[in-house]
């Protein structure tokens, strides 16, 4: 799965009990549920074995990777951590050049002098978890009683006992919820953040198929990417030295060379990002009917936009091709969510699960008395918002998101309400409270190009202004769309030649001397920016809950709580939805047959590549090192019967977040890693499919010969622990 995906999986939906293969289970409390389950499936593990704060385990090789972006595990005694190559993306691209093009032509290091150091780089083991709901909840309480809860309550909970317990420890101290307030833990972490670019394969390897192949099966990528971790002398996490070295783990994973089988056992260890699996189906019906719609449309153009630019011009490729990356991956999740959400009827099983809500709710006096509105007013909340919210979902699509040029003429925005509020006269170049505007417009121009940027946002506003009522444009937008006559190319055209938001020369030199909130706001562009107001949407969101008298938000973690206890009445096993915080998830190898009349294998093999090999394609594309390897069979002790497997499947079930997750066999070896999830799984932030759902994988056995015969990157396999 991609990061940006951006961030999507966990929490029971039917009623019965869990699948075997179902489940994203919190690894502190996984054996008191699931381990019988797991242990039939074929693991050889004890619980200790995989979780225990007193000893090494496999938890303790396992970290997030910038704060939860994507999950890598440690492969060697000397700190070195693999991922997948879509988690290391913006990293390789951020050291890339035109004369060094990292992403084209892959990275090695060697030695250990030649790896890349990378600013703002992490990752984090976690140490520890303790369970403080009891207290939590007291906390809550005394909050409510007190009349000082407010509207970040959950958070001002989580402060009061980070602080407690954070302070008598060498490690951060993060607290979660589960089950929105039903559980409360706390998570011990330790951040590392000398973090450096050890190898990372070229993007025709790593991201081979790219776009088109991109949640699709079968696929042939070779998704990986390897950094090394550093701390200080005595290996405590350290900022970057010179002097630092790299860590000694507590716990390092075996790689297994063995390959991988239709049945076999496979478990799945990371931090998947966020899911959804308790949302009702009111909520359902507005992700497929109200904001999806929107979303795949406006990144589909903006898309189909940049990629007309980046073919025409390698630069620009390489000044968009991160970008492309993020927006494309979820621009296809939200378009194959639909599809599945619709397919698998997910609104008709929530609502049949919702009568078994009602009839559970009616059976006795205090449920009827907690939620006997309930049900009615997810209809009502929902019903009543669902145009602020498609409107809201406009602006941020549309508006606030696509173009580099008015994102810098927003902060200018931002910038005259400070002034305004702050009864600031004038703002010039070296003022402080100009300083952030000047930082992130350098930052975002290093990255740009102005006719795909012009043409991404007159697209853009078409879409606005076709599909946004008038009255939420504001004031200076309507007088510019009139006085072009709604010619809103000729409207661009207009503010891009009288703006100095198109680079960061111009923005200097415009504000070489004080400019007044008027004179700032007599940029076209920086007046549109002020005219299309958040706090508008804001407002027209809350307007519509007021004249309903609902809240659709807070009756949906009622929702949550209700269906928990319903669950719980009935001994279901459950999990929670995913956070952020580390998960275990187990299953096995196998085919799956998505749809009528067809049946895809487990595995795919190397002969992929010289099958979509197509030298006129950027995203299928093969060199002539990689063409005359596969053509000479030389598959070395990474093959199998004559034959290297590239990718495989498995029913684990993962989400955004688990990117670069280890794929574990019964023993706790890595067979692969996990980097996809098969376009029928796409309703999975929300509805596990029993038979559907498939996890893509890469085989480490593929990375490996990738290591040795494509980078001659030997050197970097002696580090690790082979097993057979």
Known sequence: MKKAIFYLLACVLLPVAASADEGMWLVSTFRDVIYPQMKKEGLKLKPGEIYNEESPALCNAIVAVDGGMGTGSVISDKGLVITNHHVAYGDIHSLSTPAKNYLEEGFWALEQKDELPLKGKTVTFLRQVRDVTDEAQAIRDSLEKANSLGIFGTRKVYGILERKYGGDTPFEVECASMWKGKKYLLFYYETYKDVRLVGAPPVKIGAFGGEQDNWGWPQHKGDFALYRVYGDAKGRPAAYSENNVPITPRKVLNVSTSGIHDGDYAMVIGFPGRTNRYMSSQAVREKEHVTNPVVIKARRDRLDIMLRHMEADPDVRLMYSDKYFNISNYADYAKWENICLRRYDVIGIRAAEEARLAAWIDADPARRAEYGDLLANLKKGYEARAEAVREKCYYQETWIRPSDVMMTANRLGTLVDRMQRDGIASVQDSDKNFAGVKSNTRRMMKDFDLATDKEVLTRMMESFTDNVPREMW???????????????????????????????????????????????????????????????????????????????????????????????????????????????????????????????????????????????????????????????????????????????????????????????????????????????????????????????????????????????????????????
């Open 474 to 724: 504001g004031e200076q937008l309507p007088q510019l769309y009139d006085r072009f006559k709604g010619n809103v190319p000729a409207l661009v055209d207009y503010a891009f030649e009288n703006t100095c938001c198109t680079s960061y020369e111009k923005l200097c030199a415009w504000f070489a001397q004080p400019r007044t909130a008027e004179e700032i706001l007599s940029d076209p562009m920086a007046a549109m920016a002020n005219s299309v107001s958040s706090r508008r949407f804001a407002e027209k969101l809350k307007q519509a809950e007021e004249t309903s008298g609902i809240d659709a938000d807070k009756e949906e973690l009622r929702y949550t709580h209700a269906i928990y206890e319903m669950r719980e009445s009935e001994g279901t096993p459950q999990y929670p939805d995913a956070n952020s915080t580390m998960r275990l998830t187990y299953g096995t190898v196998g085919p799956v047959s998505p749809k009528d009349a067809v049946h895809y294998d487990s595995r795919s093999t190397i002969d992929g590549y010289l099958e979509k090999y197509n030298p006129d394609d950027y995203e299928f594309r093969v060199d002539d090192r990689m063409s005359s390897l596969i053509r000479s069979k030389d598959w070395g002790r990474w093959g199998e019967n004559g034959r290297l497997y590239v990718n495989f499947l498995t029913n684990n079930d993962i989400t955004g977040g688990n990117s670069g997750s280890p794929v574990l066999n019964a023993r706790g070896d890595v067979i692969g890693l996990a980097f996809d999830g098969n376009r029928e799984s796409m309703s999975g932030d929300i509805y596990f499919h029993p038979t559907n759902f498939k996890t893509v994988c890469v085989d480490i056995r593929f990375v490996l010969w990738i290591m040795d015969k494509y980078a001659g990157a030997g050197k970097l396999i002696d580090e690790m622990r082979l097993v057979k």
